[in-house]
């Protein structure tokens, strides 16, 4: 499979599987919980710093799914979408991106459709088989255990500007103090 990681501008990703474990706690009155990876919010900064875009596109509506993109101040969600061919249109025409300028991560069947549109598909260890066969690259960490910022990482080593951003975002934060 060829592409070229130079041209990514945006990172999409599915939520459960790659940003959890893919486990819902659910508890009296129907209270949901999920396990999140601060590695992972980490990598948000990160994503920031490297001016790029970010959005969530997940198959399952979910409660907490909304509060941890607002806690990271994530605006591009689209919280239970089960055909995400749409959003990822949608977010597309909003930044003018083509195809090759995106990088998607997911984990299962249905991510696979908008993993066959993008420059640069990505699956979590813990995914499917059939996602992992149309990804061109595999994170070595599970999802809900920092395997989005373990691809975002991934990306700007291949493009060859983590260290760069790295040591911008090390600056930003020294300056706050």
Aim: charged share 30%; proline share 3%.
């Amino acid at each position: 499979m060829s592409y070229d990681i130079q041209k990514v501008k945006m990172i999409i990703s599915d939520v459960d599987g790659v940003w959890t474990d893919g486990a819902i706690y659910k508890g009296k009155d129907g209270i949901e919980l999920k396990r999140f990876c601060v590695t992972d919010g980490a990598g948000v900064a990160i994503v920031r710093a490297a001016e790029m875009e970010l959005a969530l596109i997940s198959g399952r509506k979910s409660e907490a799914t909304a509060e941890r993109a607002s806690e990271l101040k994530i605006e591009d969600v689209y919280n239970g979408t089960l055909n995400k061919i749409p959003p990822y249109e949608a977010l597309k025409a909003k930044y003018n991106l083509t195809d090759d300028e995106i990088a998607y991560i997911g984990d299962d069947m249905i991510d696979i459709p908008v993993m066959e549109l993008v420059g640069v598909p990505i699956a979590t260890e813990n995914a499917s088989e059939m996602c992992k066969s149309v990804s061109v690259h595999v994170t070595e960490k599970p999802g809900g255990r920092g395997a989005f910022r373990e691809a975002v990482e991934w990306i700007l080593t291949k493009q060859g500007r983590l260290n760069q951003v790295l040591a911008s975002l090390r600056e930003k934060v020294q300056n706050q103090q």
